[in-house]
């Protein structure tokens, strides 16, 4: 009888410190410090898409490819220790109407590192399509450092020069959608299409 007592008791035990270990995994949202990421937000001018529907870019030829714009506020969920935690998100696409086989897209985020409340924020540009497997992308965190993209103070794109620009490494392997400009004043600022054809930012139209 006493055998089983202590069992008992040692199960309980067990269990209660079990308890007290997934309570200490609890991560307390309130905590959370978007600092990083509000920073990330005021460098880029998100104003220009909150107040034109439309960007025009123009070709080697000058002919003009017209992209209507969409800025959503939105969130995103990440699991840190377990615990599913709502995270901002902020996203712009850039669409062809006439052309709906891809999509250029930028958007800032934040993640939480594990077992860790510190949060980073970068700023990711890209295509999305199925039409190849690869497709370029740019990032970088909110100190402007890139990762997986080059950077140059100024960058001349068919003639046209830009400032502080962030660009897609470029790929021998691959020739259509091979190639990506952005800037954080004017969006993405140059790309290679479908057919391989370098596009360069025009203007903002409403």
Request: hydrophobic share 40%; with cysteine.
């Amino acid at each position: 009888m006493k055998h089983i007592i202590l069992i008992l008791f040692a199960v309980l035990f067990a269990l209660s410190c079990s308890k007290d270990i997934d309570t200490n995994t609890q991560i307390d949202t309130s905590i959370l410090n978007f600092k990083k990421y509000e920073e990330l937000l005021s460098t880029v001018d998100l104003d220009l898409f909150k107040n034109n529907s439309k960007v025009i870019f123009k070709n080697g030829l000058g002919a003009e490819k017209i992209m209507s714009i969409s800025l959503t506020e939105s969130s995103q969920k990440q699991s840190v220790n377990g615990q599913d935690i709502v995270l901002p998100k902020m996203a712009v696409n850039y669409y062809d109407a006439s052309d709906t086989k891809y999509v250029l897209y930028f958007y800032l985020t934040t993640n939480v590192l594990d077992n860790n409340l510190d949060q980073n924020a970068s700023l990711t540009a890209s295509v999305f399509t199925n039409l190849v497997e690869f497709t370029p992308s740019i990032s970088f965190n909110h100190l402007g450092n890139p990762f997986a993209c080059t950077y140059n103070n100024n960058n001349i794109i068919l003639g046209k020069t830009f400032d502080f620009v962030y660009s897609s490494i470029p790929s021998k392997e691959f020739e259509i959608f091979s190639e990506l400009h952005f800037t954080k004043t004017l969006g993405i600022v140059g790309f290679r299409d479908t057919n391989n054809e370098l596009w360069v930012f025009e203007r903002f139209a409403e």
